[in-house]
């Protein structure tokens, strides 16, 4: 009776199903895996979004002055401006409003791409180690996901390896994507990566997804001027973003798609863009918001980066504890002893000191036992965190 683009089982693994039982019992845990802004404890501006309804101010209903409704495929012109000014003195990118659709999450945005490039049984290159739901999205659009390697070089740092790469493209694959920064390797495309990519890309008829929604966020050993990727137009290239990581605003539902790439196929993509994007007409009325939601970024991002360098120095302080570089993003990775398995680790963490961390596996980590953190937790509760870690964990060999 039901489709066959859902997973088999879903019943609860066992971590999912002891994590379920320790709430249930009330237990005091301790998540560091948090990765939801609005309950880090942070102090958001007076928005609409950030404050409750006839808070300040602020309308008292979400339809407040939008009781006409307008749909536009692409949304709201005016949205689509203030995300062009934001483009410009931010990054120092000119791009237009005619090349932005705005998507009620960068999920859907996926979604709507999917629908774009593909046939059912195609296939979309996706990053190894990589973030779990992007293979979700793709089988929901009954695409196949197929994994090409990312390579640590002598200093840690994640990198395309273009000859595995290469040998990944297969006569159904139909877009590559990256994530820029990655998730949750937290490593920026170079320059001559983007230029490679955008060649390999144009060279094989594909598509290629950039995924930028870390981009605002390098850490101290990062780059210091990461590459847009709005600029790329060497193959038809796509770059996603949103309010969720940006603003730190996961409720607003706003994301976008900028379209870029050579003009003909450009202008091929944005008719049936616009096609598939009028189907749905997902947007709600915080697109008419976005202006006021963009002028307030910097306060917004300077607390969750403030957040991020803090913990990140708790975690270089922490002795025994071997993290892997960061260029930027909000995750770190913590490599496990030799021999140790982090499914098992992560479980006796969580029955044992009710500590909540995820284990590489879930990103698809194959070759080597790490556990994934996230830098956006409360300084309290890292620092708590990495005192139970370096309990439980032995001291490395010197």
């Given at each position: 009776m039901f489709s066959s683009r859902l997973p088999r089982s879903l019943e609860a693994n066992p971590f999912t199903t002891l994590l379920a039982e320790k709430r249930a019992a009330g237990a005091m845990l301790i998540d560091l895996t948090l990765a939801n802004p609005t309950q880090a404890g942070f102090a958001y501006p007076a928005t609409p979004l950030a404050q409750p309804p006839g808070h300040g101010g602020c309308p008292s209903s979400p339809l407040a002055g939008q009781q006409i409704y307008r749909p536009t495929a692409q949304g709201a012109l005016e949205a689509r401006e203030a995300i062009c000014r934001f483009y410009r003195t931010s990054r120092q990118q000119l791009i237009d409003p005619d090349n932005l659709f705005l998507t009620a999450g960068t999920s859907e945005a996926y979604s709507f791409?999917?629908?774009?490039?593909?046939?059912?049984?195609?296939?979309?290159?996706?990053?190894?180690?990589?973030?779990?739901?992007?293979?979700?999205?793709?089988?929901?659009?009954?695409?196949?996901?197929?994994?090409?390697?990312?390579?640590?070089?002598?200093?840690?740092?994640?990198?395309?390896?273009?000859?595995?790469?290469?040998?990944?493209?297969?006569?159904?694959?139909?877009?590559?994507?990256?994530?820029?920064?990655?998730?949750?390797?937290?490593?920026?495309?170079?320059?001559?990566?983007?230029?490679?990519?955008?060649?390999?890309?144009?060279?094989?008829?594909?598509?290629?997804?950039?995924?930028?929604?870390?981009?605002?966020?390098?850490?101290?050993?990062?780059?210091?001027?990461?590459?847009?990727?709005?600029?790329?137009?060497?193959?038809?290239?796509?770059?996603?973003?949103?309010?969720?990581?940006?603003?730190?605003?996961?409720?607003?539902?706003?994301?976008?798609?900028?379209?870029?790439?050579?003009?003909?196929?450009?202008?091929?993509?944005?008719?049936?863009?616009?096609?598939?994007?009028?189907?749905?007409?997902?947007?709600?009325?915080?697109?008419?918001?976005?202006?006021?939601?963009?002028?307030?970024?910097r306060p917004a991002q300077e607390e969750i980066r403030q957040r991020l360098a803090s913990n990140d120095a708790a975690l270089a302080a922490a002795t025994g504890l071997k993290a892997l570089p960061r260029e930027g993003g909000w995750y770190r990775i913590i490599q496990l002893p030799p021999g140790w398995d982090d499914e098992?680790?992560?479980?006796?963490?969580?029955?044992?000191?009710?500590?909540?961390?995820?284990?590489?596996?879930?990103?698809?980590?194959?070759?080597?036992?790490v556990l994934v953190v996230s830098l956006l937790c409360p300084e309290a509760d890292f620092r708590r965190g990495l005192e139970l870690l370096q309990e439980f964990l032995p001291a490395p060999l010197q």
């Open positions: 791409l999917f629908k774009l490039l593909t046939n059912p049984g195609d296939e979309v290159l996706l990053p190894a180690p990589g973030y779990p739901l992007f293979d979700l999205l793709a089988e929901l659009d009954l695409v196949t996901p197929c994994r090409y390697p990312l390579r640590r070089d002598g200093q840690g740092f994640w990198r395309l390896d273009f000859s595995h790469l290469r040998r990944q493209i297969s006569r159904r694959t139909r877009a590559i994507v990256v994530v820029h920064p990655h998730n949750p390797t937290g490593s920026y495309l170079s320059e001559e990566e983007m230029r490679r990519l955008g060649q390999l890309c144009r060279d094989h008829q594909l598509a290629l997804i950039i995924d930028e929604v870390f981009f605002d966020y390098p850490a101290a050993g990062g780059p210091a001027n990461p590459v847009p990727a709005v600029a790329e137009n060497t193959a038809l290239t796509f770059v996603l973003n949103g309010f969720s990581k940006l603003l730190g605003l996961p409720q607003a539902k706003l994301s976008w798609i900028h379209l870029g790439g050579p003009p003909a196929l450009r202008a091929g993509a944005r008719e049936r863009l616009e096609f598939i994007a009028d189907s749905y007409l997902s947007v709600g009325t915080v697109q008419h918001q976005a202006a006021e939601l963009l002028a307030g970024y098992s680790c992560c479980l006796e963490l969580l029955k044992r000191h009710n500590l909540i961390v995820h284990p590489g596996f879930f990103y698809d980590f194959l070759d080597e036992a």
